[in-house]
């Protein structure tokens, strides 16, 4: 009997966010008067507040709920505009619970145990420190300080995938490897007191929140789970003519982030043949967990591919009631995509992922789900992947 080859998968999952609650309507009301004297940028914040397909954010700054004139981050502040380095501090204070929290989910989720995790990669592009969020988990988690340590920095809202695709490969080489992922992003400290379309399109749907996963490998019996993605073959694309449609830098109060409206069709351009060139003729995908990097994304690509309101529901939600929480979102997605399944007790089912990020660029992996209970051998059919 032919022994059934050994699977990587996403073991467990943890989510967590902040204490405070950004109200889509709340939030946009204020800045409007904010904006009181520049009544064209107050109408726009208001259409694309509206637009964008956010109800509720998470943020880890208790100022952003205060009234217009307190609001540090808004334009009729009368107080001085948080500094860079101020935004720092904040992030050191703020990202290590947060991170904790999540990964201890993750680690639950999975019941995988800390000694067990042998990779740490640590996912942020709002906010640096050092020693950085990866020594503090250590310590704080109690990993073993000899943990294989990879700090994934600065790299945008599709690191988060290619932390997943980057643990593939480390699990795939070495079959005891178990990968602990930890997302974090505090991106609303970088809402910026402007009246300038960029920026208030920016401020418009991003988000606070961390999420972690388990990577590792799973044997044909005896593992007992909650429900996991079988992670399949990846692929990376940098697209053409691209590269100044998503900009961010660091700046005096902040970082600075902008994002062009030709993303979506540019997405729409050039995706389809790569996800072609990964499934590679298979049958198309029945699950889609689709990065929310903006209501446009999942418009395109709904329209693209032909998707289902069922099949962008997981990645609508996620940005209806977290906003775009950068790298960390994709983990949101695929959460939330678990929740879906398991409440209608679906069977397995083979699909893909994709989250985009500066560059352009994208990265994408089949993911396999199969539902909770235990593996026993013959039930890893390739036919699923």
Known sequence: MIQAAPVVAILGIGTAVPDYRLDQADTSQRLAYALSDNPDSARWAKRIFKQCGVEARYTCEPNLLEAAEDCLYFS???????????????????????????????????????????????????????????????????????????????????AGLKAVCLSRQIVTSNLAAKV?????????????????????FGASFFGDGASACIVGSVG???????????????????????????????????????????????????????????????QKPDIWAIHPGGKGIIDTLEETFGLTEEQTRPSRT???????????????????????????????ANGVSLAFGPGLTCEMIQITYFPSGSFQEGILDENHV
């Open 318 to 348: 996620v940005l209806r009631n977290y906003g775009n929480m950068s790298s960390a979102t994709i983990i949101f997605v695929l959460n939330e995509m678990r929740h879906e399944l398991q409440s209608r007790s679906s069977g397995p």
């Open 220 to 282: 044909s019996t005896g593992f007992d789970h909650h429900g996991i993605f079988k992670l399949g073959n990846e692929h990376s694309i940098l697209l053409p003519d691209s590269d100044e449609e998503m900009m961010w830098e660091v700046g005096n109060y902040g970082f600075d982030l902008y994002l062009s409206t030709n993303i979506p069709k540019l997405i729409g351009r050039y995706i389809p043949e790569q996800v072609e060139r990964l499934i590679n003729g298979n």
């Open 180 to 200: 602990l992922i930890v997302c974090l992003e505090l991106c609303t400290l970088h809402i910026q007191p402007s009246s300038e379309r960029e920026a208030l």
């Open 76 to 158: 009729q502040s009368r107080r001085p505009v948080p500094s860079t380095a101020e935004r720092m501090e904040t992030y050191k204070r703020e990202s290590i619970p947060l991170a904790l929290n999540a990964a201890r989910k993750a680690l639950a989720d999975g019941n995988v145990k800390l000694s067990d995790i042998t990779h740490l990669i640590t996912v942020s592009c709002t906010g640096q420190f050092l020693p950085g969020l990866d020594a503090a988990l250590v310590q704080q988690l109690g990993l073993a300080v000899t943990v294989n340590r990879i700090p994934l920095n600065f790299l945008g809202c599709a």
